[in-house]
């Protein structure tokens, strides 16, 4: 059984782990992420790949989780634009110097993918994991497979706008992908501290509760999955996961909510976990 490497690759750190086939942490990495032209960065990246695998003393499957995704016809890497990769043939240039195949994921699919198989999704059929940081990602996992999607963009909700919107929030804050509104704008962890500034924590956290309820029960309207896996910063708001449950019968198109709302079981780990996930064990 082959020992298999997860890299969480962000904007700031790259995350190197290696894990036995029983999914045993060998060995953790943490460097900065390269912020050289493309081929000192993809040089550099493909080092620390390798002497990853020379202290594991094994050649390792590869996954890798990153912002964006590879676009499924093009092979460049879009949305990703903080890092030095963006726009390029990530997957395929990677591929020549390591002489094998790759697997890249969005991280946020990684994510999910890492929870549905033995995180707080394990045993569901359809797990959806929503990440709350910085932004707001989501990633789609059925019968422990990602749904990547047609563009690879499956499971990007924090990218529509958030529903049933007052007249107070109409027409919302400008995103970062140019459009007005977006959920990421309402969700996300700076989102959660404009508002606690705004109103102090109790009303902060009863606007917000009832926001992410609405960006929920969009999520259960289209997919229906049997639970929504919490991760990023805002998911360590206990509160949330009695409020928000609470609130989702307001706005779901069924007469009983019976999804459940629960944290990340393996917290800031799944994306190196997800990623060495992409292949079986
Ligand atoms: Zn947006």
């Given at each position: ?36 032209g ?36 093009s ?6 634009y ?21 697997r ?17 999704g394990?045993?569901?059929a ?9 932004g ?20 990007e909700?924090?990218?529509t706008?958030?529903?049933?919107m ?12 140019g459009?007005?509104?977006?959920i ?5 962890g ?5 508002e ?8 902060a956290l ?9 960006a ?9 999955p ?56």
């Amino acid at each position: 059984m082959a020992l298999r490497l997860g890299v969480d690759l962000g904007g700031t750190k790259i995350e190197i782990a290696v894990f036995d086939p029983d999914l045993r942490e060998l060995l953790r990495r943490r460097v900065p992420t390269p912020r050289a032209g493309y081929d000192a960065a993809l040089e550099e990246f493909a080092g620390l790949i390798l002497e990853a695998e020379n202290e594991a003393g094994a050649q390792c499957t590869v996954g890798i989780g990153m912002p964006g995704t590879i676009h499924p016809r093009s092979g460049r890497v879009i949305n990703a634009y903080n890092t030095p990769f963006n726009g390029r043939r990530l997957k395929h240039d990677l591929e020549a110097m390591l002489k094998r195949e790759i697997r890249v994921a969005n991280d946020a699919n990684c994510f999910a993918l890492s929870e549905a198989i033995d995180g707080a999704g394990a045993g569901s059929a359809v797990v959806f994991g929503a990440i709350l940081g910085t932004g707001v990602g989501g990633g789609i996992v059925v019968e422990g497979k990602v749904l990547h999607g047609h563009h690879g963009i499956a499971g990007e909700w924090g990218h529509t706008p958030l529903p049933w919107m007052t007249r107070e929030e109409h027409p919302g804050p400008t995103c970062n992908c140019g459009r007005r509104g977006c959920i990421e704008q309402w969700c996300s962890g700076p989102a959660l501290r404009r508002e606690k500034d705004a109103r102090g924590e109790e009303n902060a956290l009863a606007v917000y509760a009832d926001r992410l309820a609405r960006a929920f029960s969009l999520v259960i309207n289209f997919l229906d999955p049997e639970v929504i896996v919490v991760g990023g910063g805002v998911s360590r708001e206990q509160r949330l996961y009695a409020s928000v449950p609470e609130l989702l019968p307001r706005y779901v198109y069924s007469p009983a909510v019976e999804t459940q709302i629960v944290p990340a079981k393996h917290g800031d780990a799944s994306g190196v976990r997800g990623a060495a996930m992409l292949w079986p064990g």
